[in-house]
């Protein structure tokens, strides 16, 4: 499911930006200033550089690769989807009144600007405000068929106007008329933030599916696949699962936690899940070669098939697959990008990543 992109803004308005500390640009960009060789949010309280002291890139990663080191003061790395006050007003009323349709004008009522709210769910969620409510009435709908109520019943009782509109937004999304969702399930996606860059996640009812950072190669791949064994439909929405998820990892990101408690669902092989299971008795702060997790698992001559299961794994940082090394020391074999393997295992190690309580 591709992400919707903000364009990115031009140098000029980054620095328009940056020494404004406009907080709606918290995301698009990363400035760095040449003469300290500190990167920073567009927020940072700190003096602002000339003009021509700073670049600005996409991403940390960017900034990291080209050597430039985080501010202390703002903490570019820290984990920013903490959700503002005013977002969690209109998600408190959506759970509510869920058929309720907030339009541009309502926002504008309470106070608010309507490009602010949509660049923040775009960001979290890669769709715009109106989508992520058009989304979770097709939800609640969803779950009113699985509950037993009538195809009638449950398009009026969720917002719709007419039958034939809620049955085309229905096939549109579950790709199946509404007389069939009770045997549909669903896979709920949402995004989130952390300090190296933007993951998806997805939850069933049994627990988190996958959790991948979105930049990981052969994604969409890996969703098809998720959904096709799932017999499911992924569909961005929330679920019970991820504001637990949301919270152990800002705690691991943090320094403050050392093992997951939320509930994961992992289809695989029983070869594959052994192989997973065996990733999670891997100690924090430790690391194994693939020679040593095949022997944990019972493999010793099947380095190359345990390697291999490995890097199927759906749950980074969740199932610690970062903490399997060459047999010579060197890190090897991350999907999520070798820089990013050494970010975390320097954290489990009590490096210099740790981000402040």
């Not at 009435?137 to 699985?146: D, E, H, P, S």
């Not at 899940?273 to 020679?291: D, F, K």
Request: with cysteine.
């Amino acid at each position: 499911m591709p992400a919707i992109d903000l364009i990115a803004p031009t140098a000029a308005e980054c620095y328009r930006a940056l020494v404004a500390k406009d907080a709606t640009y918290e995301g698009r960009f990363i400035a760095a200033v040449k003469t300290t060789g500190i990167f920073c949010r567009p927020t940072c309280p700190a003096r602002k550089p000339k003009p021509q002291n700073v670049e600005f890139f996409a991403t940390p990663k960017e900034a990291l690769l080209r050597g430039y080191r985080p501010c202390k003061v703002c903490t570019p790395l820290a984990a920013r989807d903490a959700t503002p006050p005013f977002i969690q007003e209109l998600l408190e009323l959506l759970a509510r009144q869920p058929t309720v349709k907030i339009t541009d004008a309502d926002l504008r009522q309470r106070g608010l600007e309507p490009a602010t709210v949509r660049r923040w769910f775009r960001r979290q969620h890669g769709i715009t405000f109106q989508a992520y409510q058009r989304l979770n009435r097709i939800n609640l709908a969803f779950k009113k068929l699985q509950s037993g109520e009538t195809v009638t019943a449950t398009a009026f009782d969720s917002g719709y106007e007419s039958l034939s509109g809620f049955q085309d937004s229905f096939k549109a999304v579950f790709g199946v008329a509404p007389t069939r969702g009770r045997q549909q399930q669903v896979i709920n996606l949402t995004r989130l933030e952390t300090p190296l860059g933007t993951m998806l996640a997805c939850a069933t009812e049994q627990g988190i599916c996958l959790l991948e950072f979105t930049d990981r190669r052969m994604l969409e791949t890996e969703l098809r696949d998720l959904a096709r064994r799932l017999g499911a439909t992924i569909v961005q929405s929330d679920n019970p699962h991820f504001a637990q998820l949301r919270q152990e990892l800002a705690e691991y990101f943090a320094g403050r936690r050392q093992a997951f408690s939320v509930p994961l669902h992992m289809p695989g092989t029983a070869f594959q899940q052994a192989v997973w299971q065996e990733l999670g008795r891997i100690a924090y702060g430790t690391t194994r070669s693939y020679g040593q997790q095949a022997l944990a698992v019972g493999r010793p001559t099947a380095v190359r098939a345990v390697a291999a299961a490995n890097g199927l794994n759906r749950l980074a940082i969740l199932v610690p697959c970062h903490r399997v090394i060459g047999a010579d020391g060197q890190l090897t074999g991350y999907a999520g990008g070798l820089w990013r393997k050494k970010w975390l295992l320097e954290l489990e190690q009590g490096g210099q990543n740790s981000a402040p309580a």
